[in-house]
């Protein structure tokens, strides 16, 4: 085919009709100066996968998104319902009580307190929670489990719209105000008198939980290489064992839980403005028409990982009709219903146990701050583990691995319960479950990112979240089935996790695949 010729100020244009060559004039000569296009995947291939650019942003999201654990996982503390005592087996002075041997005291699931006068008893417990606060047991019970539930169901409805807003408007965008009133909903608990404003404060918290939750997530993976993907994702999990630890340490010694909710989000806000050294995702820069942007970071980060690439220049994203994608279209066919619903489904499954098990450390036997500290410490090295897995076994491997794990763990602490004395069993057995259940949750974040395509990633990690939040949600209510038995809600863990280990075999495996761009691509490899 013959060639065009193009001429442009001081450049001359060479090629064919879907090609060309561009040659910089130099006084009477021609230098060809070919500029080679290349896709993110390519670009990061080429600059560093992981460099030191890479690692720097790693780091800064570590602590970005170090409070993020506080908002959900402070219930714990604050919704602790405590045993309780006789008021004529007090001591004469009411002083001491809590170390007094000749003082017997009656578990929280013991409901004799309710057919009796509430001058009658009194709570075994010197510090101030929800429960005792506004006297959330017998009748009033399902407030507390309900005031649990209202932040995860925010948090459900909070992916829907954060997800939307994100892939309109970038996910930096929407990641700093979204932490910043996180937070600030968390602080607000400390002026709070009524357990219907706490209801409704922690339902509108969730709702804004959601947008850092999902996109620092997404910021981070999308930012490195296929290769490092996992060690990324894992490095910046990280703090959220570590956060939970500093936050039973900031309980051991608060007594009152709205100053305890003060100290876990005022001291934070420093977060919210480390947000903005943190650059917009390149992926969605490159999907709406901000090429330049996009190539300007990853430029950038060339040339700090020491890999300059002067003459390429990145491709503009594949236009596809990902705007116009709802979740309709995830139910058109049964080829993409069956990955969005299995998906679903086992995010469901994993948002209940994950959840539910934590909060079964206040009434498995031991001390509270101990019991909890211990669940948090064991899940820091199940990063580490998880990154191992992930790219030794793969995605399917580990997460199906893992919910067979929680299924023997949860049985054992089930059976446990009919026995006597066996609370250091059980509590083994419950935190190897904790343990087994993150490992699985860690994977399935992993797994899911790369399964849903850039195009409709956030959509799709939202829709998984919902799911998982609606698990969440329940999880307050499977804790109280321990009043008619205390193997109940292990039971119930391990029925639903079977499920779950089912539904991990028929999704596809994506260890080592390229990144999937176009809707299309969602059924690849099926």
């Known amino acids: 085919m013959q060639g065009k010729k193009e001429t442009q100020g001081d450049y001359i244009k060479l090629g064919t009709e879907d090609r060309f060559i561009q040659y910089e004039v130099l006084n009477e000569g021609v230098i060809p100066e070919e500029k080679e296009e290349l896709d993110i995947d390519e670009y990061l291939f080429r600059s560093g996968e992981c460099g030191l650019y890479q690692v720097y942003l790693v780091c800064l999201m570590m602590f970005i998104s170090f409070p993020l654990g506080y908002p959900p996982m402070v219930f714990y503390f604050i919704g602790y319902d405590p045993a309780w005592v006789y008021t004529k087996d007090l001591p004469a002075n009411n002083l001491g009580f809590l170390n007094s041997t000749d003082v017997k005291v009656h578990p929280r699931d013991d409901h004799r307190r309710c057919r009796i006068d509430r001058s009658e008893w009194?709570?075994?417990?010197?510090?101030?929670?929800?429960?005792?606060?506004?006297?959330?047991?017998?009748?009033?019970?399902?407030?507390?489990?309900?005031?649990?539930?209202?932040?995860?169901?925010?948090?459900?409805?909070?992916?829907?719209?954060?997800?939307?807003?994100?892939?309109?408007?970038?996910?930096?965008?929407?990641?700093?105000?979204?932490?910043?009133?996180?937070?600030?909903?968390?602080?607000?608990?400390?002026?709070?008198?009524?357990?219907?404003?706490?209801?409704?404060?922690?339902?509108?918290?969730?709702?804004?939980?959601?947008?850092?939750?999902?996109?620092?997530?997404?910021?981070?993976?999308?930012?490195?290489?296929?290769?490092?993907?996992?060690?990324?994702?894992?490095?910046?999990?990280?703090?959220?064992?570590?956060?939970?630890?500093?936050?039973?340490?900031?309980?051991?010694?608060?007594?009152?839980?709205?100053?305890?909710?003060?100290?876990?989000?005022?001291?934070?806000?420093?977060?919210?403005?480390?947000?903005?050294?943190?650059?917009?995702?390149?992926?969605?820069?490159?999907?709406?028409?901000?090429?330049?942007?996009?190539?300007?970071?990853?430029?950038?980060?060339?040339?700090?990982?020491?890999?300059?690439?002067?003459?390429?220049?990145l491709k503009q994203a594949i236009k596809d009709t990902g705007s116009d994608i709802s979740y309709i279209d995830f139910f058109k066919t049964w080829k993409v219903a069956k990955i969005v619903l299995f998906q679903g489904t086992i995010w469901l499954s994993s948002g209940m146990s994950y959840y539910a098990l934590a909060w079964a450390f206040a009434d498995i036997g031991g001390d509270i701050y101990i019991n909890f500290i211990l669940a948090s410490f064991t899940t820091i090295p199940m990063h580490a583990l998880a990154i191992d897995f992930l790219q030794r076994f793969g995605r399917r491997k580990t997460a199906s691995g893992s919910f067979l794990s929680a299924i023997f763990c949860c049985l054992a602490v089930a059976g446990l319960s009919f026995g006597e004395d066996l609370s250091v069993y059980r509590l083994i057995m419950a935190l190897l479950g904790k343990c087994s259940v993150a490992l699985a949750f860690m994977a399935m974040y992993m797994w899911s990112s790369e399964i849903y395509p850039?195009?409709?990633?956030?959509?799709?990690?939202?829709?998984?979240?919902?799911?998982?939040?609606?698990?969440?949600?329940?999880?307050?209510?499977?804790?109280?089935?321990?009043?008619?038995?205390?193997?109940?809600?292990?039971?119930?863990?391990?029925?639903?996790?079977?499920?779950?280990?089912?539904f991990c075999l028929f999704l596809p495996e994506t260890m080592g695949k390229p990144t999937r761009e176009t809707f299309d691509d969602l059924t690849k490899n099926e």
């Open 122 to 313: 009194q709570y075994y417990y010197t510090k101030s929670s929800l429960t005792t606060d506004f006297d959330l047991v017998c009748d009033r019970s399902w407030l507390l489990a309900f005031s649990g539930s209202s932040f995860f169901i925010g948090w459900g409805i909070g992916s829907i719209i954060m997800g939307y807003l994100s892939d309109m408007y970038g996910r930096k965008t929407i990641l700093i105000p979204a932490l910043f009133l996180d937070l600030f909903c968390l602080f607000i608990h400390w002026f709070i008198t009524s357990i219907y404003v706490v209801i409704a404060v922690r339902f509108i918290m969730g709702i804004f939980h959601a947008g850092p939750a999902l996109n620092h997530f997404i910021l981070v993976i999308e930012l490195v290489g296929p290769t490092y993907r996992v060690l990324a994702n894992n490095l910046s999990g990280f703090t959220w064992g570590l956060a939970s630890i500093i936050m039973a340490l900031h309980a051991y010694y608060i007594d009152d839980w709205r100053l305890l909710c003060v100290c876990l989000s005022a001291p934070y806000m420093v977060c919210v403005f480390l947000g903005f050294l943190f650059p917009e995702s390149i992926r969605w820069l490159n999907l709406h028409d901000k090429n330049e942007q996009a190539e300007r970071i990853l430029k950038r980060a060339a040339e700090i990982n020491g890999n300059p690439l002067p003459n390429v220049s």
């Open 454 to 502: 850039t195009v409709v990633r956030t959509q799709g990690m939202g829709f998984n979240i919902i799911t998982s939040r609606a698990g969440a949600a329940v999880s307050p209510f499977v804790k109280i089935l321990d009043h008619v038995h205390p193997s109940l809600p292990f039971f119930l863990i391990a029925f639903t996790t079977i499920i779950t280990f089912i």
